[in-house]
């Protein structure tokens, strides 16, 4: 290990967990990175070429939702491409996709996005910058809107789009951002501030700025250590039960008699795992129930999904039709 390497690897021991954690990816093939310029993207990209990726490509969507703040973020990301000897592949949009909520409107932009980048440099993953602040404001977020279990809550360290054919890659799920500020302090890394991240219209924004402060004020003592912990040993758990889901669970049709006979907790993993498998968005606990009752209530035989799609029982079996 080079002398600079090591220095920085005793003076920032999470570190070695990154390294050892992106092991399993090998380093000669082709990964994209998604950098928007901020600081978590600028120091996921430096720690990956410190650890040997070098086959690597900067991605940058322009979202167009901040004006020349926007184009300034670009520029930036082309320029530091350029001087890194990476390839670089970016976009601008002119409108968002879909009708939804912004924050999933700018994520489907994003998949699209990836897919595009991922066909033209035949690559099948993308690294994301997303840390552990990122963890604890998303779990939160999520688990106040409705989420179906706590392990649906979190963001997983690697999560594959089926439909875009992508595996999304997240090494930095347990570095604080604080530590992720003295790293790029210590490497004099350059990085762009988005202005949005202090605007409290925007909910996680709250959570960040309000609503952690507050309950930790409230209870005297710091919380987010304590919900990262529960949050992963919920990720492992959850990783433990689809490893226990039936065969089924990935055909095009639910038997209802061999749904009834497992229990209840494998009935509602089945249930979701499936729905998503049939491309049923943004379904959650409700709708997993709604799906549910119609293994034992016989006068419910159709159940509105978000989508405008429908579940469907007949002949012994449960189906998903437009």
């Known amino acids: 290990m080079p002398h600079d390497k090591r220095q920085l690897f005793r003076r920032f021991p999470w570190l070695v967990r990154v390294e050892q954690e992106t092991e399993v990816y090998p380093k ?21 070429l410190l650890i040997g990726f070098e086959r690597l490509v900067v991605c940058h969507l322009n979202h167009n939702l901040r004006g020349a703040e926007s184009a300034e973020d670009a520029r930036f ?19 968002l996709p879909g009708k939804g909520s912004l ?3 700018a994520r489907e932009a994003r998949l699209q996005f990836f897919q595009k980048a991922a066909q033209k440099f035949s690559a099948s993953a993308v690294f994301l910058g997303h840390h552990a602040d990122d963890q604890i404001e998303t779990f939160l977020f999520n688990l106040f809107r409705g989420t179906g ?3 649906n809550a979190a963001i997983k360290p690697e999560s594959e789009v089926c439909e875009r054919q992508i595996t999304l890659l997240r090494p930095l799920l347990h570095v604080w951002k604080k530590d992720l500020l003295e ?26 700025h309000d609503l952690i402060p ?5 209870l005297g003592r710091p919380i987010k250590q304590s919900l990262l912990r529960a949050i992963d040993l919920a990720v492992i758990e959850g990783e433990f039960m689809r490893s226990q889901l039936p065969v089924f669970a990935n055909e095009k049709e639910l038997p209802v008699k061999e749904l009834r006979l497992i229990p209840i907790a494998l009935q509602r993993l089945t249930i979701l795992h499936w729905l998503r498998r049939n491309q049923v968005k943004d379904c959650g606990f409700d709708e997993v129930e709604s799906v549910r009752r119609t293994l034992t209530n016989t006068k419910v035989a159709k159940i509105n999904l978000p989508g405008g799609v429908f579940c469907r ?6 189906f998903v039709q437009p």
Do not use: W
């Open 214 to 218: 507050m309950i930790e004020s409230t």
């Open 183 to 208: 790293f790029a302090s210590a490497r004099h890394l350059q990085f762009r501030e988005d202005s949005t991240n202090q605007s409290l219209q925007m909910t996680r924004n709250r959570i960040r």
């Open 313 to 318: 029982r007949r002949a012994g079996v449960l």
């Open 28 to 48: 000669d093939r082709t990964y994209l990175v998604g950098v928007s310029g901020g600081l978590d993207s600028r120091v996921l990209l430096e720690i990956l």
């Open 149 to 151: 279990s706590i392990d």
């Open 77 to 95: 990301v082309k320029e530091l491409a350029r001087r890194l000897h990476l390839d670089c592949y970016s976009d601008q949009l002119s409108e």
């Open 103 to 105: 924050e999933r409107s």
